[in-house]
């Protein structure tokens, strides 16, 4: 069996072995280049009418939701269509995916809980990201929540918090201090 960078193609060298050429970094194919810009105009749209539908359902008079049950309820959606996407992944299964998920969940219960942690303060942050949503014109919150990715790595969670703790500290839209 061909080794990987022995200059013979996937095909001759079977499956599963690389070619050098797959991994270098310039050689991405027309298709993977339009799916790139497809799937980053598709993340543009969503992360867009996400901040202006939350915007328009939190400004709305009334009863308000709890911003608590609303990120419950879109990571229950996201699990579902998770166990939906390795459902159809194990070819309708369900001995197979029950046997992965046991493997991958408590089999390797280390890794389960090395991700809680990440997953404990992403909720932190969309709830805030509601407070911030609300109290915050739509434009505003954006360019707050995207100007700070370019400060440095890593911190783009801190920026969020602290504009959403300067929201709360500052009079809200429908209150009376001018």
Request: glycine letters at 8%; a positive charge.
């Amino acid at each position: 069996m061909a080794a990987v960078g022995s200059g013979c193609s996937t095909a001759a060298a079977g499956p599963g072995v690389v070619s050098a050429g797959a991994l270098e970094p310039g050689t991405m194919s027309a298709a993977h280049r339009r799916l790139k810009y497809i799937s980053l105009a598709v993340l543009v749209v969503q992360n867009a009418s996400l901040i202006l539908s939350i915007r328009y359902t939190r400004t709305l008079p009334g009863d308000r939701f709890f911003a608590t049950t609303a990120v419950v309820m879109a990571e229950v959606l996201k699990g579902l269509t998770c166990l939906l996407l390795l459902f159809a992944q194990k070819r309708g299964n369900v001995k197979h995916l029950v046997v992965f998920l046991h493997e991958a969940v408590l089999v390797q219960y280390v890794d389960t809980f090395k991700l809680a942690v990440p997953s404990l303060i992403y909720t932190l942050q969309n709830n805030l990201q509601y407070v911030a949503i609300s109290n915050l014109p739509a434009a505003t919150f954006q360019v707050a929540h995207q100007g700070e990715r370019f400060v440095a790595a890593g911190t783009e969670d801190a920026g969020l918090a602290s504009s959403s703790l300067l929201a709360l500290a500052q009079p809200g839209p429908n209150s009376d201090q001018y």
